[in-house]
Nanobody, 120 residues
């Protein structure tokens, strides 16, 4: 399965972006992670296969929303009230397991990343 993330770009602080992740085949639980320059990759959000369970990093809770369309093999990350500290390369990831998780080590598939830059 290949994952293709898109939707990144340059936005002013307070603005919004919607990231999309297209999967070439079926994946189950999905997640978004990000890596800022000079920093380690960190968890952003995850969603179970049924979409009944979602997890968010504390830093994005209330501002970001993860969703999915299983019929289209798509996952989305709606990002509102963006801050300069949200600047990073955002990666989507997929699992062969239905359960959502914050643990990056258990994801089986990774996309190539899309750059989000938030200016102050």
């Amino acid at each position: 399965v290949q994952l293709q993330a898109s939707g990144g770009g340059l936005v002013q602080a307070g603005g919004s972006l919607r990231l999309s992740c297209a999967a070439s085949g079926r994946t189950y639980a999905m997640g978004w992670f990000r890596q800022a320059p000079g920093k380690e990759r960190e968890f952003v959000a995850a969603i179970s296969w049924s979409a009944g369970t979602t997890y968010y990093a504390d830093s994005v809770k209330g501002r970001f929303t993860i969703s999915r369309d299983n019929a289209k093999n798509m996952v989305y990350l709606q990002m509102n009230s963006l801050k300069p500290e949200d600047t990073a390369v955002y990666y989507c990831a997929g699992r062969k397991n239905v359960l959502a998780t914050r643990d990056a080590s258990v994801y089986d598939y990774w996309g190539q990343g899309t750059l989000v830059t938030v200016s102050s």
